[in-house]
């Protein structure tokens, strides 16, 4: 049969080789002849799977075997991790009343088109093979937004999570170690509502899955923007010049002042006075003691930005106070923040152990080299996740009516927190082998002869009963294996059984986590107290 | 400060242009160029949002506001029932020891080459924007075989479940109501085992999901391509058209055998009495009598290829009674699956429900604009999941050893549940008012004042207490507001408070489902004593 197949496969390949020819000499759109030419290339493959590809390709792939430069599979293991972090959060989401929406993997080009600055350039394209352009989402928040735009009638009062991969196509020279695929997990509430009240519950909602998630010790820092715009204001940094200095103060938690104060007056020209008293405000680091302190900052109440933005803050705090949650908050001056969007409060949670290693050490990291692979490009470096509040952005697709205001306006708080940094400290603190990724409890085991179908029936018995069992796919397996492939599952329980045994209708049962009962040991019961002995015996583990 | 990020706007507009022109003079890259003017078209997108686009487009959006052509949007009802149904086959997968893992949703373009034949042309590509050539994934099963390639040698007896999207870029004149991205869920197990054991807990467990999933009645029809191989040698057809011919024989599902007959003949040059014989084996249908009668029939049990077949088949029959699952299976020789790549057993699940409105007719549907918009395209016309035994697909991305032989050879079998197919008839079991699709179990209600602090004090009691609550984002809500939202979201508690029942220690829980306590209902209790009714009452629903 092999022989026959291979010649089948022959006389389709010089069929295909003829019909490509025609096509390219009808001139035959390229798209069709790259299809026919993959075609192919897929016989030839088959063919050389065949016969060993010995006619050429002897001791050679014929392609090469990797994923695409910056993605990975994740193996079973790091799947278990993976799954725990999600079902961690996605309890805590819900526990708030949270719902989950989804949104394509490819949008629009024109819906990505311009929200991320010049980060535009590492949008994915999908190719033009006719029919729209297309690009691979780069974040959460802009189809979110779209996703308002366009049902938001229905959506006014929306608390939604979404935990789903993004595409950026970072440089090579840029991301050492940053991943091109990557998990994103965020949480949105919109709608319009009383001042800072949503605010206060996503914090909480943070505080609460980083607690769960025991990443160890964080502070979430937090500021405001019209707070900042405000400071900027009364320092004299004109108009046009508040976007850049906010992102240059946006780096005081990597680069030194003396770095941050360069970047402001010799690169974007500030006066170096009016760095200076930017200096003074952006150093400073509190909680509700700084507030009053900036609240009796007459330069700065008279600003009717930071007034406003003051006035927030402090209603924020009474709320913090009530959920219990002030004591991990930093109002911190430095915190900027890149994107634009921002319109609100904004927070950034960092842990002991997202700093990167020249951070831990005190020292500038002067390359990204230093960060571990699976830093998250969402958050800033050493962040662990961080947020905002965006009024504008669901605006921004809505188009405008003839009065020139935006169709509909939905004003958003949300946060991403950066489950990537989460998996890698997650994985970190145990050995892959010692991760159990499957959920079996009973493993069936036999003794002496294959007894095959004694172990289906057994089998059958226990997954009839909802007991999650397997057993060895050979008629006859040996013993040891059976034991190993028990103990790398870890799985907890073992029915032994042999034909003596079952002619006196018994069964044996060992837990396998005992170690000094041997191979040989365990306990034999009646066969029909199999069911009622594993159901007690699990529920005691 | 609106008209001050006008003008920083308008700036930085400027300055965006001129940036581009200077790109444009001195001849830089495209792709650089590119990424200035859609940080552009971003800024003035910003612009429009804050000025309401008055310039010039009032009464317009600037872009098209929908999701790409074949995507769409899950709401959070569908995504509720989407989370059931991944949920409940989980469970059956992890049941029988399974895993997942997880593979990126794009590969370099040469690991999915002339995997799927004259459908690669279906394969999305991602543009070229230097580096490798990548495509989104068209289905699991490729880059689960390109993974175990990879890993295979710690993989070697691996269950492994994938729940994803896979992308196909399919034809608008075919694909009325085909979503060009949609989910596949595929369970396979990988290894090299004794005979048909694996085969029958894969069916095993497709039976477990099904009734599970409570899709309603269902078939699965079962074949094995070793027995249609014989049937076609013993009744003379030549070689080469083996494979051409079978995939005549997979229409019989939609065809009558007349159009067969002709595909056969006029189309595929078989002689008519070639094919008349085939037509007498390819109508039989039926269990293990069908079986036995083959097996009586020397000319068929003289061929090597259905000799072998039959003895799997026979070995399988013994295995499906001993998981009690025979009665669903139908043994048919006209199955004969359009992929390539198996070499075993083959099956394919139908419910009444799946079958075409045409089908269900009778009539020869002439279109595929019958099938409904998620019908599933991993999976034939009216069936709900397919799968069989593929034992030479790792070996296509393994290489060959310098003897000829692929380095690594895995032999597989694994089904795919058609979960578009499912969630279509089981979103049209119910209205999708009556989905709920958040968890929230209480609802903080104020009588009176509006008592914010109050209300969140007593959710963030509930909260500390693992109890999902939510309550009203406004200081003074209206009482009726407050009913409405706890409806809508069919949440089944609401915990009220008013100023005097608050200074006498107490407050009221009222069970939303009892129609008749009327607004006013409820039932008052102290506020110590709260959290404990409330796990009480919860415990009994």
Same mark, same amino acid.
């Given at each position: ?6 010649? +089948? ?246 680069? +030194? ?47 009717? $930005? ?80 961080? @947020? @905002? ?26 946060? $991403? ?10 994985? $970190? ?7 159990? $990724? ?11 002869? @294959? ?66 009962? @041997? ?23």
């Amino acid at each position: 049969m092999a022989e026959n197949q291979k010649e +089948s496969l022959a006389l389709s390949i010089r069929a295909q080789e003829e019909k490509i020819k025609q096509l390219r000499t009808n001139n035959a759109e390229t798209t069709d002849i790259d299809a026919e030419i993959a075609s192919l290339k897929g016989l030839k493959q088959q063919l050389d799977a065949l016969t060993g590809g010995k006619k050429k390709k002897a001791g050679k792939n014929a392609f090469t075997l990797k994923t695409a430069k910056g993605t990975k599979d994740h193996n079973d293991k790091e799947m278990a991790i993976r799954e725990k972090v999600f079902s961690t959060i996605t309890k805590v989401f819900k526990k708030h009343g949270a719902v989950t929406i989804d949104t394509p993997v490819f949008e629009l080009k024109e819906i990505l088109a311009g929200k991320y600055g010049e980060d535009s350039k590492l949008i994915y394209d999908l190719a033009d093979q006719g029919g729209e352009e297309c690009s691979l989402r780069y974040d959460l928040t802009v189809p979110f937004a779209r996703f308002l735009a366009m049902n938001g009638k229905e959506y006014q009062n929306f608390k939604r999570y979404h935990i789903a991969k993004v595409y950026r196509r970072d440089q090579p020279a840029m991301t050492k170690g940053r991943m091109r695929e990557f998990y994103q997990c965020d949480f949105d509430i919109a709608g319009t509502y009383d001042s800072m009240i949503a605010d206060s519950e996503i914090l909480k909602i943070l505080t609460e899955a980083l607690d769960n998630l025991e990443v160890g010790q964080y502070t979430i820092k937090i500021n405001h923007r019209k707070i900042l715009d405000g400071i900027f204001e009364v320092c004299g940094v004109p108009e046009e010049k508040i976007r850049p200095i906010s992102s240059a103060v946006d780096k005081l938690d990597k680069l +030194s002042w003396e770095d941050v104060k360069k970047e402001m007056t010799e690169e974007k020209g500030l006066p170096s006075d009016v760095a200076d008293k930017i200096g003074e405000y952006v150093k400073l680091k509190g909680s509700r003691d700084l507030l009053e302190k900036l609240k009796a900052d007459e330069t700065l109440t008279k600003n009717a $930005s930071a007034s406003k933005g003051l006035e927030d803050m402090t209603t924020l705090f009474d709320y913090l106070d009530i959920f219990d949650i002030t004591h991990k908050m930093s109002l911190d001056m430095s915190l900027a923040r890149g994107l634009d969007y921002y319109t609100g409060i904004i927070y950034e949670a960092v842990t002991e152990k997202s700093a990167p290693p020249a951070m831990a050490e005190g020292k500038k990291p002067k390359t990204k080299a230093n960060s571990d692979e699976l830093d998250e490009s969402t958050v800033g470096v050493g962040s662990i996740a961080a @947020g @905002g509040r965006y009024d504008n952005l669901v605006g921004m697709f809505s188009g405008v009516n003839k009065k020139g205001q935006p169709n509909l306006q939905i004003p958003c708080v949300g946060v $991403s927190i950066g489950v990537e940094r989460v998996f890698s400290i997650l994985m $970190s603190k145990q050995k892959a082998e010692d991760i159990k $990724s499957n959920e079996t409890e009973v493993y069936v085991v036999s003794v002496g002869d @294959g007894l095959l179908k004694e172990r289906m029936e057994i089998a059958n018995e226990l997954w009839k009963n909802d007991i999650k069992a397997s057993f060895m796919f050979k008629n006859k397996p040996k013993l040891d294996k059976q034991w190993n492939a028990c103990e790398k599952d870890h799985i907890p329980l073992a029915v032994i059984i042999g034909r003596d045994e079952l002619d006196k209708g018994e069964i044996r049962i060992k837990d396998m986590r005992s170690k000094d009962e @041997g191979q040989g040991g365990g306990v034999t019961i009646q066969r029909n107290n199999m069911v009622q002995e594993i159901k007690d015996r699990l529920a005691l583990m």
